[in-house]
């Protein structure tokens, strides 16, 4: 378990935590930033998707300092996030971490720090807690748009790119120290076969598994 959240606090940037600097939105939505962004939402939540992701950290000189890659299963809202040796299970409700390297699964109710590994949830429920605005168009007609939270957290802003084709692409964490995370989806392919249970820790499959509850 421990090797799961130090790579995910690396590779996240600590996006639970509390910053002491204030910067938070304010004003009018953007409506050119809310259309493309509920477009992108919509194809995310439509037939279920499979794609990988790469996270990226940067220093405060744009220098990589890690490199994680992930695959990753989503549908409406649920997700499987495998790793070498790690995978993340999630059925909307609750998070399985499972660290094959110890044989332990971790279970947990979803908190902030899950929905960034859900970029539907993201997308789809943002307004809860940022605001949008619309930044430009790039030469291949990917939107760039940057998502400002209303609270205080350890980073000031999220950058989203949003492909001509209502695809997220790239997703920027911007903290305060400079420092960037960043997760570089590709492979993306929609209509795959799932079902319920592939959003679930499969218990009986794994009975050698230590599992630790503390929902």
Request: overall charge positive; glycine content about 4%.
């Amino acid at each position: 378990m421990k090797k799961i959240l130090i790579v995910m606090l690396m590779l996240v940037t600590a996006t639970v935590a509390k910053s002491q600097i204030t910067h938070t939105a304010s004003g009018t939505e953007d409506k050119k930033a809310s259309a493309i962004l509920a477009d992108a939402a919509k194809k995310m939540n439509g037939a279920p998707v499979t794609f990988t992701v790469t996270m990226v950290n940067r220093d405060s000189q744009k220098k990589e300092t890690a490199r994680q890659t992930a695959q990753v299963l989503y549908s409406k809202g649920k997700y499987r996030v495998s790793f070498p040796s790690n995978i993340l299970y999630s059925d909307g409700k609750s998070i399985w971490h499972w660290n094959q390297d110890v044989s332990e699964v971790v279970v947990q109710n979803i908190g902030e720090t899950e929905d960034l590994m859900n970029p539907a949830l993201l997308l789809s429920t943002y307004q809860k807690n940022f605001k949008a605005k619309y930044i430009r168009s790039e030469a291949d007609g990917s939107s760039v748009i940057d998502l400002t939270p209303k609270k205080s957290r350890s980073y000031h802003k999220i950058r989203v790119i949003i492909s001509k084709n209502s695809l997220p692409v790239r997703m920027e964490i911007h903290n305060y120290d400079a420092t960037v995370g960043e997760f570089i989806v590709s492979g993306f392919k929609s209509g795959v076969s799932c079902n319920d249970k592939d959003f679930v820790f499969d218990a009986s499959a794994h009975k050698n598994v230590e599992i630790i509850d503390m929902r």
